[in-house]
């Protein structure tokens, strides 16, 4: 009986190995038609201001983390489709651009959003590994302002 038992938690192991796979590729189409749709929203045109600085959590690199500048209006509501973003690297550092076609930002406000997915240790679907708290334009990890010709220099943001 003992092989029947082997057996069966090892299908067990293949089909959640098999599910965690899954939910790696699923999460990393959704990335790239993110990624594909702000590359065909990318403006042109209008010159772009350098936008950079450092991200951490507990004063350690938030290296992975994915960041959005979505375009506000003074009222704080999406005054555009098209966003910017920056993937954390591993020292914390981060520079803004629309998908790594044209560094930098148009001029105007920005709420600035910031998603960490990671896969649970068990494995199983990514999760955001801050919980949702700066995926929402009504909490942003901040709000900036990039001004015209001058470049931005946001510093060391903590989460």
């Known amino acids: ?47 772009k201001t350098e936008v950079q600085g450092l991200l951490f959590l507990h004063d350690q690199p938030a290296a992975g983390a994915v960041m ?9 509501s999406p005054a555009s489709e098209m966003s910017g973003g920056a993937q954390v690297e ?3 550092h981060f520079s803004a651009s629309y998908f790594g076609q044209e560094v930098g930002l148009e001029p105007g406000n920005y709420a600035v959003l910031v998603y960490w997915m990671q896969s649970p240790s068990g494995g199983g ?4 590994r801050l919980r ?7 909490t942003p990890l901040t709000m900036i302002t990039v001004p015209r010709d001058q470049p931005v220099e946001l510093g060391k943001l903590q989460l």
């Open 90 to 92: 591993p020292d914390g």
């Open 132 to 138: 949702g708290k700066f995926s929402n334009i009504q």
């Open 125 to 128: 679907m990514p999760v955001d």
């Open 1 to 47: 009986m003992a092989p029947q038992i082997d057996h069966t938690m090892q299908m067990h192991a293949n089909r959640a190995n098999m599910l965690s796979r899954t939910c790696v590729m699923m999460a990393m189409v959704v990335m790239a038609s993110w990624t594909a749709c702000a590359r065909q929203a990318a403006p042109d045109g209008e010159a």
């Open 68 to 76: 959005k500048f979505v375009p506000v209006n003074e009222s704080g």
